[in-house]
């Protein structure tokens, strides 16, 4: 696949040079990067989805809100509302996804899951989504809560693929689905997720939306074996842009995503401060959606963790205006 960078060949080691000169010497023979290509130079704006958690508190209400509201001008395709482990936020997804309808120009999407649940009542709950005018559904196996090795339901839906073909006979939702680049922690192997990911796509979802990531290439790579499994859906890029690395660091170890050392470098020694983190966070990202961008990728879902002002700033970076559409 195309690195995307503008490259110019290596200069060739000369052996004039002596070693008071090894510096120069360095960076003369290393690998050349010009640029990357300015946002300006792609057709159009990438096509954005915001994720949000419903709140728990009145506080987090409110941050969740001014999030909205900042999001809001950047027009995204959709915004999704995720849904707590084992079900536990069920009413506050359902709220939060119908203010969302009611208050606002967004279109929400509902995360919902199979865990803990008969059939029936999975299928209720997103008929209620249907008839409150909810038509995009985010649907996942979701995990045990408090962790452990997960069991069907036994009048349950078992996988996702499962509940993807039940909530298509509900009604005919829009359906996103999650997939891994770095393969679902609990696979019995790449190529069972892969084919896991395929039965989802085949059952009626139309898009998957991955596990977050942080080295391009991964993603890069990953689309390289969709494509050689008969995949055609969009597989939309998860964006997390990270300041609080520690935090996300611990979460990574638990959800197959893996951190790269050179991250870990460029954290190091901001534990205390906050703001450096912040500039570095923003960075990191804008840099992941540039080079993804630069490979011709133009569909980004983010994680907000309902904060605005990284996502804000790197929508910005990739050409994403208030007001244009
Ligand atoms: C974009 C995104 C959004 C998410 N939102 C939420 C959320 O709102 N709430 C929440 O609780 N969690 C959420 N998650 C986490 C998700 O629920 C977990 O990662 C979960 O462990 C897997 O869900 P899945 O839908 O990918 O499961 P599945 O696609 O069902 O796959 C789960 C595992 O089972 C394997 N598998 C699939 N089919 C079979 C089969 N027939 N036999 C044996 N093994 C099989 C797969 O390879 C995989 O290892 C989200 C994840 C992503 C990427």
């Known amino acids: 696949m195309n690195s995307g960078m503008d490259t110019l060949p290596p200069t060739p080691p000369q052996d004039h040079i002596g070693p008071q000169s090894a510096t120069l010497e360095r960076w003369l023979t290393g690998p050349r990067f010009n640029r990357l290509p300015a ?6 704006a990438p096509a954005l989805s915001f994720e949000f958690f419903p709140p728990r508190t009145e506080a987090l209400e409110t941050q969740l809100w001014t999030c909205v509201r900042r999001l809001e001008g950047l027009a995204p395709r959709f915004v999704s509302v995720t849904y707590g482990a084992g079900g536990s936020t069920q009413a506050r997804t359902h709220a939060t996804v119908e203010r969302i309808l009611r208050e606002t120009s967004l279109v929400p999407a509902a995360h919902l899951t199979c865990v803990g649940a008969e059939r029936g009542v999975i299928d209720d709950i997103a008929r209620q989504y249907w008839d409150a005018g909810v038509r995009h559904i985010v649907a996942l196996r979701g995990d045990v809560p408090g962790g452990g090795a997960y069991v069907p339901h036994p009048g349950g839906y078992a996988y996702a693929a499962d509940l993807v073909a039940g909530l ?9 689905v999650a997939a891994y680049p770095e393969t679902h922690p609990a696979a019995l ?8 990911l395929k039965r989802k796509l085949d059952a009626g979802a139309t898009r998957a939306i991955t596990n977050y990531f942080f080295d391009a290439d991964v993603f890069l790579r990953f689309l390289d074996r969709c494509l050689a499994a008969g995949i055609t859906a969009p597989i939309v890029p998860g964006i997390m842009p990270v300041s609080n690395f520690a935090q996300a660091k611990k979460f990574s170890a638990g959800c197959g995503a893996s951190v790269p050392y050179w991250m870990e470098r460029l954290f190091e020694g901001t534990e205390d401060d906050p703001e450096t983190r912040r500039i570095v966070a923003a960075v990191t990202a804008a840099e992941q959606v540039r080079v993804l961008q630069a490979n011709g990728v133009d569909e980004f879902h983010f994680y907000t963790l309902n904060r605005p002002d990284l996502t804000y700033a790197i929508a910005h970076i990739l050409g994403v205006r208030e007001g244009l559409k």
Do not use: L, R, Y
Not at 39 to 44: E, V
Not at 189 to 196: I, L, R, T
């Open 39 to 44: 946002p300006g130079a792609q057709d159009a």
């Open 168 to 176: 298509k006979k509900v009604a005919d939702f829009e359906i996103s």
């Open 189 to 196: 192997s790449p190529q069972a997720d892969m084919d896991s």
